[in-house]
């Protein structure tokens, strides 16, 4: 019984943080700019989080993003290629903690600390409700 009982209990906790990460992974999809560089510039930059593991940059034509996934310890991997401004081409892979995950932000811990780097993202969608732009983005 007590064997039983055990294999139950860990059983448990294995599902549940396979259903913490499902729900993380579930609430990422979707486009997130840089709220900094749409203050200063109007301009959306960022990420795009999609089904099934893709992944591209938007607006951010240095930047053939491929892939993202988020590890059992709760870092977002992104991978892609990094083109240069000679031509070069170079493997691009991130890892970074995700700090805080809300409808509206996302927030990447790239160190700790000291001192602590962070970088902060915007849902799309809501983006232009929560920041404004110093400098009006051009009318296309």
Do not use: H
């Amino acid at each position: 019984m007590k064997k039983l009982l055990i294999t139950v209990i860990a059983l448990s906790c294995f599902a549940f943080s396979s259903y913490g990460q499902d729900k993380v992974e579930k609430q990422i999809i979707g486009k997130w700019c840089n709220p900094y560089t749409y203050e200063s510039t109007g301009e959306l930059k960022g990420f795009e989080f999609k089904k099934g593991g893709k992944c591209s940059a938007v607006n951010i034509p240095s930047l053939d993003l491929k892939t993202w996934k988020i590890d059992k310890d709760g870092y977002l991997i992104i991978e892609g290629f990094s083109k240069e401004d000679d031509g070069k081409v170079e493997v691009y892979k991130t890892r970074e903690r995700i700090g805080k995950l809300t409808t509206d932000s996302l927030e990447l811990v790239a160190q700790d600390g000291p001192p602590r780097l962070a970088f902060l993202y915007l849902n799309m969608k809501s983006i232009k409700k929560l920041v404004t732009p110093e400098v009006a983005p051009d009318k296309k």
